[in-house]
């Protein structure tokens, strides 16, 4: 048995598939419509013998269930269900309908039930195969049924003959519509994961585009427009920024001595290390080689240097012994804090000069810009 939280839907709708939705449901409810409009018509002609009670069945059994289905489909409110369009129910409900006046009727009787093939097809873009096949056998049962009732208290007028042969053609044609609505939904099925696919590859090109290959950090030209994003910030006076340039030390070293796997695997590790260290919404990307830059939104250039000095100090800390790889690497960087109307070339020049002080000094320091 279904929990309510079986019916609760996996992903929320997407504005469009929210409009889709609404279309749908508008659709079915002019089916009800058209319904209760014909069913009135042929009881005003005098061709439908139906007693009020089962007359005003049809017409309020349609039209209460109808605006309420309205009201929780234009309000979205079956949007997070997990068939958010109820056809199984509405195509229920209808069919009864269509029964019901059909009972009423003798020579025009199949006219009532025309408007379950349109409705088939409507709901065959909601309904999977199994569903659309078991509402056509069971229109074609309750037709069968509603049949015998007619006979049972009012008689056949027309000949048994003919009654089961308009019958046999209505299921036919049913079974007919399933089939072919529920080929058509598979295709649109088909396509609609194509689609997904296809988002998801365009999605993943993106990635690539912006992403070092090694790393998973952003790359040279994506992390240059961050700056860009930032400059224009900072120009704005909404809020200034930093940059960080790190550059490993003896890396050279660390790839003679234990080979360019090694050298691969502390280039990711400390792509890790440091994007873990980092703050939400700061930035890192690999420029290249060794080289890395650290981008600090809302940081002076106090700020970027202690940011610099945890990192320098934690990444210190790692050691790859125990795995038969390097001991401790140690790092270099060198911060600047962007001034108002220079270009980024500019800012990264001098975080560079700053790294150039630190690597000269020594190397495993933190050095700010010269003033
Ligand atoms: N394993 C690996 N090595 C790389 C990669 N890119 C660049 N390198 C190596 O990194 C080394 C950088 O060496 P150098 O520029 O001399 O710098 P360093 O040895 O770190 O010396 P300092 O920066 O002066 O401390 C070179 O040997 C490059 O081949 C990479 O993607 N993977």
């Known amino acids: 048995m279904k929990t309510p939280d079986d019916w609760r839907r996996v992903r929320r709708l997407t504005v469009s598939e929210r ?19 014909l069913t009135l018509l042929l009881w005003w002609l005098g061709v439908l013998q139906l007693a009020p009670v089962p007359l005003v069945t049809v017409v309020v059994g349609l039209l209460v269930p109808g605006l309420v289905y309205l009201g929780l489909i234009e309000l979205g409110l079956t949007a997070e269900w997990r068939e958010p369009s109820l056809s ?9 309908a269509f029964l019901i006046t059909g009972f009423g ?36 049962v309750g037709y069968l049924l509603m049949l015998a009732l007619a006979w049972r208290y009012h008689g056949l007028r027309l000949s048994p003959t003919l009654e089961a042969l308009q019958w046999l ?8 519509f399933a089939v072919t609505g529920s080929g058509v939904n598979g295709l649109r099925r088909r396509l ?67 080979g360019h796997g090694w050298g691969d695997r502390v280039l990711r590790d400390f792509a890790d290390f440091a994007l873990a260290d980092l703050r939400g ?18 940081s002076n250039l106090e700020g970027a240097e202690l940011a610099a000095e945890r990192l320098r100090q934690g990444w210190g800390q790692r050691d790859f012994r125990a795995q038969n790889g390097p001991p401790k690497v140690s790092l270099s960087a060198g911060v600047a804090c962007y001034r108002p109307g220079e270009s980024i070339d500019q800012l990264i020049a001098r975080a560079d000069h700053a790294l150039y002080l630190a690597k000269s000094r020594g190397r495993d320091r933190v050095c700010r810009e010269e003033t």
Request: glycine letters at 8%; one cysteine or more; charged letters at 20%.
């Open 105 to 140: 009727l003798d020579e025009a009787r199949i006219s009532a039930l025309m408007l379950f093939f349109p409705l088939l097809l409507l709901v065959s873009f909601r309904l999977g195969a199994g569903g659309l096949l078991a509402l056509a056998l069971l229109a074609s």
């Open 88 to 96: 199984m129910p509405a195509a229920l409900i209808l069919l009864v």
């Open 281 to 298: 919404g700061d930035y890192l990307a690999r420029l290249g080689g060794e080289e890395f830059i650290m981008v600090l939104p809302q």
């Open 192 to 258: 609609a994961v194509k689609n997904q696919a296809l988002a998801d590859a365009l999605e993943q090109v993106r990635d690539l585009a912006i992403r070092d290959d090694l790393t998973g950090l952003f790359n040279r030209r994506h992390i240059l427009q961050v700056l860009e994003h930032q400059k224009g910030l900072a120009d704005g006076g909404i809020y200034p920024f930093s940059v960080c340039y790190v550059d490993l030390d003896y890396f050279k070293a660390i790839n003679d001595a234990f």
């Open 19 to 37: 409009r889709l939705l609404r279309r749908h449901g508008r659709a079915v409810l002019s089916v009800a419509a058209l319904h209760v409009l």
């Open 169 to 176: 053609v209505f299921t036919l044609v049913s079974v007919s």
